[in-house]
Nanobody
């Protein structure tokens, strides 16, 4: 089995920063990409950032310059550094990974349980 465990969420004032972490564990053979999504109340889940195994990054246009995705390959961990936070960044942030499990030929899609980020004005 594979688990994605997020941490680092919380309450922060507008203009502040938070760093989210997501650690992947279990029977992992290789990771194609890791990503962050977010879902605000009553809204759909939206892409925040993607980081591929080749080091390529993709960001939601509205977040470029404020959010940075990075990783520690040795720890199978991806981070999301969030700066200059705004109340509209309030959401549950989900970690996502497309990875290949040991003994399997094809990659599968996995999600973490989510971590709440609340930005007060």
């Amino acid at each position: 089995q594979v688990q994605l465990v997020e941490s680092g969420g919380g309450l922060v004032q507008a203009g502040g920063s938070l760093r989210l972490s997501c650690a992947a564990s279990g029977s992992i053979f290789s990771i194609n990409l890791m990503a962050w999504y977010r879902q605000a109340p009553g809204k759909q889940r939206d892409l925040v950032a993607i980081l591929t195994s080749h080091g390529n990054t993709t960001y939601a246009d509205s977040l470029k310059g404020r959010f940075t995705i990075s990783r520690d390959n040795a720890k199978n961990t991806v981070y999301l550094q969030m700066n200059s936070l705004k109340p509209e960044d309030t959401a549950v942030y989900y970690c996502n990974a497309i990875l290949r499990q040991t003994g399997r030929l094809l990659p599968n899609n996995f999600w973490g349980q989510g971590t709440q980020v609340t930005v007060s004005s």
